[in-house]
């Protein structure tokens, strides 16, 4: 027989902010500046903002159900209901933030939002610690990574490279696989390095020094 897996619920099983989700998700169609629907058309492109609150909410554990896997055969108190509500409203607030345009690139949200999944990772690696598989399975340290094998224009393991994850993405259509290679696998490589242009290189090194490149987050 095999052993069983300890897997509280997840968030997005319980509930989800819709309502805000669903207006970044309609007021992104306008943006144009700094969207990866600039790079190249792709006709079934799914919104940053939904793709990136549905990723959160797929990872991070309901803390009603990880108390219930905590303390199996236990009912909870209605103070303790009270905080799992706390902690909901806590995780929803994260996920209102985490969907707005102008948060795509703030580390300050997104640190967060990076560090409530390590965290429910971790919860998940403890409750499984017993597992005879748990060395290479519920590794606290090494995260679980994302494969979206019909990525399209790649808005899936975008999201999930943002959100701090390993993305891995394939797709039977070249012109996607072209995309998402822009996107997800050579950015990382070469972030955090000076440009190579000419116009780069004439500049002095006081000019150079002026200038710090930005380490994304891979
Ligand atoms: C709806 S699109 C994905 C859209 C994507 N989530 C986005 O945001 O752009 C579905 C993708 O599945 C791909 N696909 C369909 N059948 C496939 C197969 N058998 N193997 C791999 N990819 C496939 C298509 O080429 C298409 O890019």
């Known amino acids: 027989m095999r052993p069983t897996i300890k897997a509280p619920r ?3 099983e319980v509930a989800l902010p ?5 207006a970044e998700a309609a007021r992104e169609k306008s943006i144009r500046h700094g969207h990866p629907s600039t790079l190249h058309l792709w006709w079934a492109r799914r919104p940053l903002a939904a793709a990136r609150a549905v990723i959160f909410a797929q990872l991070v554990n309901d803390p009603e159900s990880l108390w219930e896997h905590q303390n199996p055969g236990e009912t909870p108190s209605t103070q303790q209901r009270g905080g799992f509500t ?5 995780l929803f607030a994260l996920i209102r ?5 102008e948060n795509t690139t703030s580390d300050e949200v997104l640190d967060r939002a990076r ?3 390590r965290r429910s990772w971790r919860e998940v690696c403890e409750l499984n610690q017993d597992h005879p598989e748990a060395a290479t399975l519920f590794d606290p340290e090494k995260m679980p990574g994302l494969h979206d094998p019909f990525a399209g224009g790649g808005t899936i393991p ?9 993305a891995h993405a394939s797709d039977l259509n070249p012109v996607a696989v072209l995309i998402n290679k822009a996107m997800i696998e050579i950015p990382p490589r070469f972030a955090g390095r000076e440009p ?3 116009e780069w290189q004439r500049k002095s090194p006081q000019e150079k020094a002026l200038r710090t490149w930005v380490v994304m987050h891979a």
């Open 18 to 22: 819709l309502d805000a989700i669903n």
């Open 158 to 166: 975008l999201e999930a490279q943002r959100l701090g994850l390993e």
């Open 115 to 117: 560090a409530e999944i």
């Open 97 to 101: 933030e985490l969907v707005k345009w």
């Open 10 to 12: 997840k968030l997005i």
């Open 86 to 90: 706390q902690r909901r409203n806590k």
């Open 196 to 198: 190579i242009n000419p």
